[in-house]
């Protein structure tokens, strides 16, 4: 069964940094394009970044560009988002799916790490 294990979140300040963490099991991780997503409270659930399979491509949504970068590392099953020059709105559940699980239902997601950025 698909694993989506998110870490990494916590309490920053403003202008600071986090490193986010997703390790996935159950599939050929290599084969799969992954994405982070964010869920801020009361809102929808948004997609943050994407990177293809290989690592060589890489998309991200307007209100990060500049700031948040997506890597994975295949031979881990890890997919990371840094986030820098953190800002409030950045608070949020964040987190990783391929794009086939982020519409398979509620049961193809993680748990999500809370990342809270406030002064």
């Known amino acids: 069964q698909v694993q989506l294990v998110e870490s990494g979140g916590g309490l920053v300040q403003p202008g600071g940094s986090l490193r986010l963490s997703c390790a996935a099991s159950?599939?050929?991780?290599?084969?799969?394009?992954m994405n982070w997503y964010r869920q801020a409270p009361g809102k929808e659930r948004e997609l943050v970044a994407t990177i293809t399979s290989t690592g060589g491509s890489t998309h991200y949504a307007d209100f990060v560009e500049g700031r948040f970068t997506i890597s994975r590392d295949n031979a881990k099953n890890t997919v990371y988002l840094q986030m820098n020059s953190l800002k409030p709105e950045d608070t949020a559940v964040y987190y990783c799916?391929?794009?086939?699980?982020?519409?398979?239902?509620?049961?193809?997601w993680g748990q999500g790490t809370q990342v809270t950025v406030s002064s």
């Open positions: 159950g599939f050929t991780f290599s084969n799969y394009a």
């Open positions: 799916n391929t794009p086939a699980g982020a519409v398979a239902g509620p049961r193809s």
